[in-house]
Nanobody, 116 residues
Framework: QGQLHESGGGLVQAGGSLRLSCAASGRTFSSHAWGWFRQAPGKERDFVAA????????YYADSVKGRFTISRDNAKNTVYLQMNSLKPEDTAVYYC?????????WGQGTQVTVSS
């Protein structure tokens, strides 16, 4: 089945940077697109970014475009989210998932808190 595990979250001041990682275990997902999502308290889970199976194409929510970069290392079965110029409104639990036609294999999430 495979599991995803997010890491790299933490507390950072506005304007700072964090790099999130999403590692797969149990199976490889090198032929799938991966995505990052986030959920702030009291809000729905929102799309943040996605990357094609080859890593050649990235897709971003307008709110993070130009600040976040998604990348992947298929040899390590890992996807990354580099987050720069963080804002307090980026505070949320960040999740990764694999595109199997629907987003699947959700990880447990990693908390990102941006202080003003």
């Amino acid at each position: 089945q495979g599991q995803l595990h997010e890491s790299g979250g933490g507390l950072v001041q506005a304007g700072g940077s964090l790099r999130l990682s999403c590692a797969a275990s149990g199976r490889t997902f090198s032929s799938h697109a991966w995505g990052w999502f986030r959920q702030a308290p009291g809000k729905e889970r929102d799309f943040v970014a996605a990357i094609s199976w080859s890593g050649g194409s990235g897709y971003y929510a307008d709110s993070v475009k130009g600040r976040f970069t998604i990348s992947r290392d298929n040899a390590k079965n890992t996807v990354y989210l580099q987050m720069n110029s963080l804002k307090p409104e980026d505070t949320a639990v960040y999740y990764c998932a694999v595109d199997k036609g629907i987003w699947s294999n959700w990880g447990q999430g990693t908390q990102v808190t941006v202080s003003s």
